[in-house]
């Protein structure tokens, strides 16, 4: 439970020596554990020993909300106090998240709330980038009526949406049929008119890598990259499909990272 009341589901998935790598995985807008197995398998039958937590997002169905909060710094919070929860040790924990839940943690690091060793951002968005009537529309139709019209509608465009990306096809339709259209109404009021300032994103000090992918309809590059260049620490990598970015793409980039940074913890142990 978080301090507004909420229940989020934590799932733990590996928990062996919190003196080793903990993966702290925030997935985005109504992603589950489906859309990241491949990436999750992949840590496991690597040789790095690493303690796995995935936490489900509060406008999940698996959530109990208590409030109409959806917001940016809502969301921040939530992953902020689980963490602390959780009592990670922060030089050993790395961050890894998508869409919603990277801006969230943009707002969290600009703050200098949390200090991963880490952060693997994948999609980060500044602002919403989709026209004004696809929010009034989000808004203004009852939840009953989004089961019925929206959510059928929803599922015949994913293909033309997400086309050729087969993989990305079906993490969608599966984010699709579990959508509470309650919360999504409640989502899109709160985060509507969300942007990240130039400013803070200056205010960033953590190594943090942006990944996007190219082919992405739903989180434009050109975003993406921008965030990439305001931020003095950040390094950009570019998949071709979503899919890639939740999958041995991402997964490859982190093993890299880590492997160097042992490698230079080992060396300086031989020279002290």
């Given at each position: ?50 303690n ?38 922060e ?6 998240s998508?869409s ?18 880490y952060a ?38 994913s ?10 096809h079906?993490?969608?339709l ?25 400013e ?28 990439a ?13 979503n ?17 160097c ?12």
């Amino acid at each position: 439970m978080v301090s507004d009341g909420t229940k989020l589901r934590l799932q733990i998935i590996d928990e062996k020596d919190r003196n080793e790598y903990s993966f702290f995985i925030v997935p985005g807008f109504n992603s589950y554990l489906f859309a990241w197995e491949e990436f999750i398998k992949k840590v496991q039958k690597s040789k790095l020993s690493a303690n796995i937590y995935f936490l489900e997002t509060r406008e999940k169905d698996t959530s109990f909300v208590a409030t109409t909060d959806f917001s940016l710094e809502r969301y921040g919070k939530d992953i902020l106090e689980v963490i602390k929860q959780l009592e990670l040790v922060e030089e050993k924990t790395v961050i890894i998240s998508s869409s919603i839940s990277s801006s969230a943690l943009l707002w969290l690091f600009a703050r200098k709330k949390v200090h991963p060793c880490y952060a693997f951002l994948v999609s980060p968005l500044p602002c919403l980038p989709y026209p004004k009537i696809s929010v009034w529309y989000s808004l203004f139709l009852p939840p009953k009526v989004h089961q019925k019209v929206t959510k059928p509608l929803s599922k015949f465009f994913s293909h033309f949406f997400t086309w050729p990306d087969t993989r990305q096809h079906q993490y969608v339709l599966y984010g699709i049929n579990r959508i509470n259209w309650e919360k999504f109404s409640m989502f899109v009021n709160s985060i509507k008119d969300f942007n990240i300032l130039r400013e803070e994103l200056e205010k960033i000090a953590i190594p943090v890598v942006i990944v996007g992918a190219k082919k992405d309809k739903g989180h434009p590059i050109r975003y993406v990259k921008k965030i990439a260049k305001t931020i003095e620490n950040a390094e950009f990598f570019e998949a071709k499909y979503n899919s890639e970015t939740v999958g041995e793409f991402l997964w490859k980039l982190i093993k890299g990272k880590l492997n160097c940074a042992s490698n230079i913890t080992a060396k300086l142990h031989v020279f002290t």
